[in-house]
């Protein structure tokens, strides 16, 4: 049902038969459209009762290809302990240990239906992870090009998927140039190679559209009063955005939205300070520094569609400390018996704020985004318990307009 993609900023449509990476007029991102008028009348949200417990459950708005699938996407969502109105959507159960997998199942299987080889990726974290899981899965080469100093588990992970991995001398922009430098060499396409950055080429945009779907099908077929999503390069919130859109034009869904809240740390907070400014694109952060890896992005890609979905959700732009960070991820570890990533944790800092300004009232369901497991971060939250307000980890000096996915 899949029919053509369209730029998110001209409008043109662009052939779903190839691969593709952005508007080569404008350098839009590319988004997937589907017959949605045809799938409403050949299918209804019931015929979900019974799928695998797997994000391809809802292959009725994916591309039709043969998955390769790890078993990723339908992820508990926890009511939490502490606040009754609010779930926590736990992505560290996903293989690899978090939300990546989804966009990165998505996006392999697509170079494998389009029979690409060579899979390219700039990566510092969890991305570059599930890349190499994907990509092994799927018998495709998978080539990650990560700053010298990575984080520990992402490092490791990726050696024993088999990926290449090139340590760069430098920053994520350098590792990024690498990628941008390869493509202008004979052997790019010759040898069947691509760039599956995020929002450089359409599909991982699908595979994380699916916790949309997944937050209404387990809140029954409701949306809840908000959603708290920790943003770096935006794509799970431009998915769950896309999928509502869906979802409403489907029929499974009334014309309610969630207000939908970003959360950044405040060592690297570019949409908060866009958002705060009133402006509609978002400026290169400077000097970015958090231990929060996935939040290291000094200018999303797909800023100018992350600061629409805030403005059409009725929604904001929060940020936390890396102390307030710390904080939540030990209080969350005690409190709800989940050790969540940095990231993740951030959601609780946001909700709380957010409901000591009367943003949220205790009655608002509200959604809060765990996007990953504790466990990848070992390094950067093995602190002991007196020193947590105190300690300051040592912070990455990160520039480029491509940040650690
Ligand atoms: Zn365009």
Partial sequence: MLTHLQCTRCGEHYPADRPQSVCPKDGGVLYARYDLAAIRRAYSSARLAGRAPTMWRYDAVLPAADPVSLGEGFTPMLPSREFPNVYIKDEGLNPTGSFKARGLSAAVTMARHFGLKKLAIPSAGNAAGALAAYAAAAKLESHIFMPKDVPTANRIECDYYGAHVTLVDGLISDCAKR???????????????????????????????????????????????????????????????????????????????????????????????????????????????????????????????????????????????????????????????????PEGAACLVAYKKLLAKQFFEQEDIVVLFNTGSGLKYLDVLDSPAKNVATTKPASRQIGGIIGPY
């Fill in 179 to 341: 990628v941008a430098d390869m493509k202008k060499e004979s052997f790019w396409k010759r040898d069947g190679w691509f760039d599956v950055s995020t929002t450089k080429e359409p599909y991982r945009v699908e595979g994380k559209k699916t916790m949309g779907y997944e937050v209404a099908e387990q809140l029954g077929w409701r949306l809840p009063q908000g959603i708290i999503y920790p943003t770096g390069g935006g794509v799970g919130l431009l998915g769950m955005w896309k999928a509502f859109e869906e979802m409403e034009t489907l029929g499974w869904i009334g014309s309610e939205r969630p207000k939908m809240i970003v959360v950044q740390a405040a060592g690297c907070a570019p949409v908060v300070k866009a958002w705060e400014e009133g402006k509609s694109s978002v400026e290169m952060w400077a000097n970015a520094s958090t231990l929060a890896s996935g939040l290291r992005v000094p200018k999303p890609y797909g800023d100018y569609l992350i600061l629409d979905i805030l403005k059409n959700s009725k929604g904001t732009a929060v940020s936390a400390t890396d102390e307030e960070i710390l904080g939540a991820t030990r209080h969350w570890a005690k409190t709800e018996g989940i050790f969540a990533a």
